[in-house]
């Protein structure tokens, strides 16, 4: 046969979408079944990176080198618990020995926390206030949306500034800007020094946007006339030595609170490795399970492209026998039957990303994860897509390039 | 154009038993010829067509199609004989519906290789009477008209010859006639036809007749108009 021209692969590929659009009903089956499998595999890939990012960004946020002393009811004091009541062993030499004694610690803060009641003009709330050093934001690593943050000479002169979560300054100050206004804080008049950035739900159940933080001092001295902490913060040179500070800080403070190492501790040292560690776990053992569940949703898609392209081959064999009685070679009656079915399953896959890209940002927005559409997943979803459409498409395509010609014609 | 020499074809049954449809057949066909192969049903006119049409291969014996011997061609090969030299004309028409008559009188060409040529084939269309036609679908068509689409189909490739199954069997006797009648014309014109019928009438319309019986040449004579001269020469 001569080598066919321009002439003739335009008519072929005419000819193949006017068979598309002959048969649309099941063109549009096809390209529903290929756009599916891609849609759905790209929208589960996307909302496991979705959760995954949040829990490495919760991380990131967290420190995964900060270990937290809290002053904490032993559970078995008197044989049952007593929460609710505070304990106020936890103090300023246990802090100043601690950061003498123990080597590795970077940067480190005391805490105080109490509920109180806010008050701003006309608006009032009670939230959580935390007494802290100017480090607490760093160790946090938090940045400001707007103002500024106090600093140790506002600690020494316990200044009566507050710095706002993100919420409680929205709910007190609405769309005006806080900073440089007046809050009450259990009466007691502060100046707002700024605004902190949103941060979202902690990997704790805590949510610091909705927490106040004033100077360490100014709490102890201004708004709780207390001498004991609520908890202190270390930074640690790096995670490494986690568990060697923890094991010192513990044994250290034991000592001073003399309290042996059988009977249960008024404080307990913590850090949140481990349970940041089981939900990293977690999120990878979803994103594996998700990533199976969207190449099956690919395989279901490849299949219903299969189901239709066959069904194709077996209504249209009487087509078959004709093209090949007037010169069809069984090369040309397989690539007409597979480039059909490719042209379908390819605007399908495409169609298909679309799709996803919209669900992802759906499913993102209802489960409240950050919208990630990574564009290697989606490549990845649709070159596998193709190469599972070229397969199930050549499969009914071959099948009908094999049909004898008189047996085909004889079909009705 | 044709020869045919001691050519048989055996089926196979699904069980393994044979089926020999044609058993022992040799004839010649010249160039310019119109001849009717004729026989009753399961006689084994189809399968002398299906090998004639290079869409099968005898078990035994030659086939030579213009001088070629086409009995061992592969499929490959078979298909471009068929494209090249031979124009189908079948009982149920077998044009691609929704699908125009021109598009259907294109497609021998898109498997020729080489340049479609859209007014070659408006003009065949014009040549059966149908050039006003040409963009209708061929659902729109009469049955007549289907017919005369599909012949102009099968002169698309110019072939040298034409091979039709029963082409009036699915016409009303008037459509017959009138398809009967192009045939005729595209014989004066000097191409070589062969028609398969089990229908006399239609048989009469040829200058030769092959009348088949359980795969044998039970006769073959001159027919028609011309079969008085012929018989006197002979
Ligand atoms: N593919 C086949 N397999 C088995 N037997 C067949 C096959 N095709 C035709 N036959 C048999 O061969 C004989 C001749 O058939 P055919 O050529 O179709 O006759 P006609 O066209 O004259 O009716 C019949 O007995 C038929 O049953
Ligand atoms: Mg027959």
Redesign the pocket.
């Known amino acids: 046969m001569a080598q066919p021209d321009g002439s003739t692969w335009r008519h072929l590929a005419r000819g193949c979408l006017r068979q598309i659009w002959r048969y649309r009903l099941r063109s549009a089956l096809v390209v529903f079944c290929a756009a599916l499998g891609v849609a759905g595999a790209v929208t589960s890939v996307n909302y496991a990176s979705g959760g995954r990012a949040q829990v490495l960004e919760k991380i990131r946020r967290l420190g995964t080198n900060v270990v937290v002393i809290n002053a904490e009811q032993s559970r078995a004091v008197g044989g049952r618990a007593r929460t609710g009541q505070v304990v106020t062993t936890l103090r300023e030499p246990d802090y100043r020995a601690l950061q003498r004694e123990i080597a590795g610690l970077v940067r480190s803060s005391a805490v105080i926390t109490a509920g109180m009641r806010l008050k701003a003009g006309f608006n009032s709330k009670v939230s959580p206030v935390l007494g802290v050093e100017p480090d607490f934001f760093r160790i946090k690593s938090w940045a400001l949306a707007e103002g500024e943050y106090f600093d140790e000479e506002d600690l020494k002169r316990s200044v009566r500034v507050a710095l706002l979560g993100h919420t409680v300054a929205r709910d007190l100050y609405g769309a005006e800007s806080p900073v440089g206004q007046r809050l009450f804080i259990n009466r007691v008049p502060f100046e707002v020094a700024g605004v902190l950035s949103e941060r979202g739900q902690g990997i704790d159940i805590t949510n610091e946007d909705q927490q106040v933080y004033v100077p360490l001092t100014t709490a102890m001295r201004r708004l709780l006339d207390a001498e004991h902490y609520t908890s202190i913060l270390f930074e640690l040179e790096s995670s490494d030595q986690m568990a060697r500070v923890s094991r010192e800080i513990e044994e250290l403070l034991r000592v001073r609170h003399r309290i042996s190492e059988f009977r249960p501790a008024d404080f307990r040292v913590g850090n949140q490795v481990d349970l940041i560690r089981t939900q990293l776990a977690s999120s990878e053992r979803l994103g594996f399970l998700v990533r199976w569940i969207g190449f099956s949703g690919l395989v279901v898609g490849g299949l219903g492209v299969l189901a239709i392209a066959w069904i194709a081959v077996r209504d249209r064999t009487t087509e078959i026998g004709t093209r090949r009685a007037l010169g069809a070679t069984a090369p040309d009656i397989f690539f007409q039957f597979a480039f059909e079915a490719m042209v379908l399953a390819t605007a399908g896959a495409l169609l298909g990303l679309a799709l996803g890209w919209l669900a992802s940002r759906l499913t993102a927005h209802q489960a409240a994860l950050p919208f990630i559409f990574e564009r290697s997943n989606a490549l990845a979803a649709l070159a596998v897509a193709l190469l599972l459409n070229l397969v199930f498409a050549s499969w009914p395509a071959w099948r009908a390039a094999r049909l004898d010609p008189i047996q085909a014609l004889k079909h009705e | 154009m044709i020869e045919v020499d001691h050519i048989a074809r055996t089926?196979t049954?699904g069980d393994g038993t044979p089926?020999p449809?044609l058993k022992d057949i040799s004839f010649g066909i010249a160039k310019g010829e119109f001849v009717t192969i004729r026989?009753a049903?399961?006689?084994?006119?189809?399968?002398l067509l299906n090998i004639l049409g290079c869409l099968d291969t005898p078990t035994a014996g030659t086939y030579r199609l213009d001088g070629e011997d086409v009995s061992h061609h592969d499929d490959q090969r078979r298909s471009h004989v068929r494209n090249r030299k031979i124009g189908f004309v079948f009982q149920s028409f077998n044009l691609l519906p929704r699908t125009t008559a021109v598009e259907n009188v294109e497609i021998p060409a898109l498997y020729a290789g080489g340049h479609v040529d859209r007014g070659r084939a408006l003009a065949i269309l014009g040549r059966v009477g149908l050039g006003d036609r040409a963009d209708h679908y061929v659902t729109e068509l009469s049955g007549g008209e289907q017919q005369r689409v599909a012949i102009a189909r099968a002169l698309m490739n110019d072939p040298p010859l034409l091979l039709a199954d029963e082409p009036t069997g699915n016409l009303d006797s008037a459509a017959g006639e009138s398809v009967m009648a192009l045939l005729t014309e595209l014989h004066r014109e000097g191409r070589t036809i062969v028609l398969v019928t089990h229908d006399e009438g239609v048989a009469a319309h040829a200058k030769r007749e092959i009348l088949i019986r359980d795969g044998l040449i039970a006769s073959d004579r001159p027919q028609g108009r011309d079969a008085a001269t012929a018989r006197q020469s002979a």
Do not use: C
């Not at chain 2, 049903?41 to 399968?47: A, D, E, L, R, Y």
């Open positions: 089926y049954r089926v449809a026989g049903s399961g006689s084994g006119k189809s399968s």
